[in-house]
């Protein structure tokens, strides 16, 4: 009994054994296939760059470009991969060319083929080459893209649609802009640089139908772009008995802006519930302060949150405000042990800078 046993462990681990060889085998062979697979376009894609790269140097500065054969689908992509590349590197004339170019050789239309037919590459090249294109016939083709779950492929596609009818584009993506958690923050603020005016109209016209999440997400875009938005809005964002997240926000623009329009609304959020909209609303109106808020940055000194105490020690610390060698004077004379400690941690911090 026990030899059969043995022999039924010896059979299971040289199966076992095999097995794993096997697929040892398969993955060997599959990461050479990739690698060669690679190795071969990236050497069709330079030998096709050294051929037309003179070409498209002739279609660049309005010369006759020396065009004898038809391209293959492999090759309109190689194309537009090139083009893509120029397409950045020149303006004008030059480029308008080169799109005329690109167009004639039959490039478009393999684009707006691969981007509902090809992989994810090549729905990616495609994207990317339709947007620099601005083909408005690609409309729906790009916007299936931007429905999908794809985040690289549905970005490169919304941007593609900002590219070629920016205030359209901004009306349908603003859902989504403001409602896909998983398209990327730094990522959106790039893609609507170019769009930042039609942004933010649609933002101030669309504000009240608004979720408060998507008002939070909203503001947060609108500070990376440093978008001002209207007075107005600005000023009912910053009532005290607005949701904390949406104060909080807020101020974070105002301190991209530095608009001291806003000075008044600023110095009333310091007396707000919120340890963290005080913190915030401190430290935004840092960039703004003036000799005349001096009282108002020592009395915060006093603050139970260590976070406000230590933005309006920083507020205090500057040129325009007390200066160093002055609050250096005013720690010695603080009572109150937190605000003693926050002026001092900033007297030290600035004494070693010096």
């Known amino acids: 009994m026990d030899n059969f046993a043995g022999n039924n462990m010896l059979w299971i681990a040289i199966v076992v054994t095999a097995f794993t060889s096997a697929i040892t085998l398969v ?9 060669w697979l690679f190795n071969a376009e990236q050497l069709s894609y330079s030998q096709f760059s050294k051929e037309w790269f003179p070409i ?25 991969r090139l083009w893509n590349y120029w397409h950045q590197s020149v303006s004008g ?22 981007v509902q037919k090809g992989n994810r590459a090549q729905k990616l090249l495609s994207s ?14 790009l916007k299936a893209l931007v429905a999908t779950d794809d985040q690289i492929v549905s970005l490169h596609a919304a941007r593609a649609m900002l590219q070629v009818d920016a205030e359209k584009a901004i009306k349908e993506l ?16 790039q893609i609507l640089q170019q769009s930042r005016v039609q942004f933010e109209f649609e933002v101030i016209d669309s504000w009240a139908d608004l979720s408060r999440a ?13 978008l001002p938005l209207t007075h107005d809005l600005v000023h009912q964002l910053l009532q005290a008995d607005q949701h904390t997240d949406i104060v909080l926000v807020t101020l974070q623009l105002l301190e991209r802006l530095q608009n001291p329009v806003y000075r008044q609304p600023l110095l009333q959020l310091f007396d707000h519930a919120s340890a963290s ?9 840092g960039a ?13 000194l006093h603050d139970s949150d260590a976070a406000t105490r230590y933005f309006a020690a920083f507020t205090l610390v500057k040129p325009t405000s007390l200066g160093l060698q002055r609050l250096t004077l005013l720690k010695d004379e603080l009572e109150d042990a937190r605000a003693y400690e926050a002026v001092a941690a900033m007297c030290t911090q600035y004494g070693a800078a010096a």
Do not use: Y
């Open 277 to 285: 909209v005080r913190a915030q609303a401190v430290k935004t109106h």
């Open 128 to 141: 990317i080459s339709l947007g620099n294109l601005k083909v408005a016939s690609a409309w729906q083709d």
């Open 27 to 35: 993955l060997i062979a599959l990461i050479w296939l990739f690698r």
């Open 174 to 189: 603003l859902p989504m802009i403001l409602g896909r958690a998983q398209w990327d923050m730094s990522v959106l603020t």
């Open 214 to 226: 998507q008002q939070v997400r909203a503001l947060k875009l609108c500070a990376n772009l440093s």
């Open 288 to 300: 703004i302060a003036d000799v005349s808020d001096i009282e108002t940055l020592v009395d915060m």
């Open 56 to 80: 498209l140097a002739c279609v660049i500065v309005g010369d006759q470009a020396p065009v004898a054969k038809k391209l293959n689908r492999s090759e309109k992509l190689i194309l537009l």
């Open 93 to 114: 004339n030059a480029n308008i060319r080169l799109k005329q170019f690109v167009n004639d050789m039959g490039c478009t239309d393999v684009a707006i083929h691969m």
